[in-house]
């Protein structure tokens, strides 16, 4: 099993920056892929991004170029550096990890962008 606890979610106004974070335990295996989808209020959950253990990263075209996803392997962390947010950015945060056939996921944390 492994364990996946998020944190950094708040209240931002538009135009405003934060970075979500996410801590891996329990049973780690080198080759893996996290990365963080989101759902807002009355729609799906939706890929936002992810990075392999190599580095190799993905985003949504709704968040290039504002958002940027790391790691910190040593730690078993991701992180998500959001910039420019937007209030459509508003949504539940929700940390992921893939590693063999199985797929983890945090509790999620909330972001809302708002003034």
């Known amino acids: 099993q492994v364990q996946l606890v998020e944190s950094g979610g708040d209240l931002v106004q538009p135009g405003g920056s934060l970075r979500l974070s996410c801590a891996a335990s329990?049973?780690?295996?080198?080759?893996?892929?996290m990365g963080w989808y989101r759902q807002a209020p009355g729609k799906e959950r939706d890929l936002v991004a992810t990075?392999?253990?190599?580095?190799?990263?993905k985003y949504a075209d709704s968040v290039k170029g504002r958002f940027t996803i790391s790691r910190a392997n040593a730690e078993n962390t991701v992180y998500l550096q959001m910039n420019s947010l937007k209030p459509e950015d508003t949504a539940v945060y929700y940390c992921?990890?893939?590693?063999?056939?199985?797929?983890?996921w945090g509790k999620g944390t909330l972001v809302t962008v708002s003034s």
């Open positions: 992921f990890r893939t590693q063999g056939v199985m797929d983890y």
């Open positions: 329990g049973n780690i295996f080198i080759i893996n892929t």
């Open positions: 990075i392999t253990n190599t580095g190799y990263t």
